[in-house]
């Protein structure tokens, strides 16, 4: 197939039996009921070569609208729609679960609100973050060095105990350390196969805002929060949200918006920038058909 011709004269040079063929591709998948929509994507990615993590897998992603400029889109609906398919597919089932040392807490994820702040904010979305801590000691300057491994981003209704709870057994191996701040909902953990940490912060870190923390500093010092690694990951979530999707995240698809952005953490350091849509196309090609009806009702 040329994949410099347009694509609408490439299907109509098309025998009916390669018809059949390129349809059964992409039959029972993701994208079953957008044949044109995935053809421009396929072809897009194939003519841009380096290029074609611009659509799919830049560092920051992209939003409907960017999206739908960019591929030629004429409904902003499918191109919202098929971004939401891609992030659906971003979660492979039976994933590992976080090992060693992970760092819990909660944050309240949203636009800016006026009201109170703290735990019990109304108009945002709470999330439980967990990140494995991958901190090492520099042998060179003999400081401890912070190094945030894998993330999960799980939407949870409140913090109490029950909901806290079964976030960390859904993204949490038993037998791990888990270290959390002082709150109650985390008291049970050890009766549930973890081994309970608690971080209390220093004197140095309750003098300061938490807006003046230098997250780009990956030292651990005086300064650091008791849980860095977690307050790192929520400072960047909320960059990227108000960057890349401008501020707007809509609270009915939170957890799609944090499959995309874990899925991003987690492959941050990769060097072939390109095999990360690969690596994506994979997952779609095994995720059964979403419809744009199952995803506004939740049922998938």
């Not at 985390?186 to 196969?193: C, D, P, S, V, W």
Request: proline content about 3%; overall charge positive.
């Amino acid at each position: 197939m040329d994949l410099s011709v347009p694509l609408v004269n490439q299907d109509a040079r098309l025998g009916s039996h390669q018809k059949e063929k390129s349809n059964a591709v992409i039959a029972g998948k993701a994208f079953q009921s957008r044949q044109e929509l995935y053809s421009k994507i396929h072809i897009h990615l194939c003519t841009s070569g380096s290029e074609s993590c611009g659509i799919f897998i830049p560092q920051n992603g992209l939003s409907a609208l960017e999206m739908q400029q960019s591929l030629g889109i004429g409904n902003y609906q499918t191109s919202w729609l098929c971004l939401h398919k891609l992030r659906k597919a971003m979660i492979r089932p039976g994933r590992e679960r976080l090992e060693g040392i992970v760092e819990v807490d909660e944050a309240f994820i949203g636009g800016e609100r006026e009201g109170r702040r703290g735990r019990g904010v109304d108009g945002k979305v709470l999330a439980l973050v967990a990140v494995e801590d991958k901190s090492y000691l520099d042998e060179k300057t003999g400081r401890k060095k912070r190094l945030p491994g894998r993330i999960r981003l799980c939407e949870i209704d409140d913090a109490s105990g029950e909901s806290l709870l079964q976030a960390i057994k859904e993204n949490i191996e038993p037998g791990a350390v888990v270290r959390t701040d002082g709150w109650a909902g985390y008291a049970n953990l050890e009766e549930h196969g973890y081994i309970h940490e608690i971080q209390k912060p220093s004197s140095k870190y309750k003098s300061h805002a938490m807006d003046d923390m230098p997250f780009d500093d990956n030292e651990v010092g005086d300064y650091d929060s008791p849980l860095p690694n977690c307050h790192l990951v929520i400072s960047l979530l909320k960059r990227w949200i108000l960057g890349t999707l401008q501020g707007s995240m809509g609270k009915d698809y939170a957890q799609d918006y944090f499959n995309e952005f874990t899925f991003r953490f987690n492959r941050r350091n990769s060097k072939f920038r390109g095999m990360l849509f690969w690596r994506l196309a994979q997952l779609v090609v095994d995720k059964q058909p979403d419809t744009l009806k199952n995803i506004k009702n939740h049922k998938i």
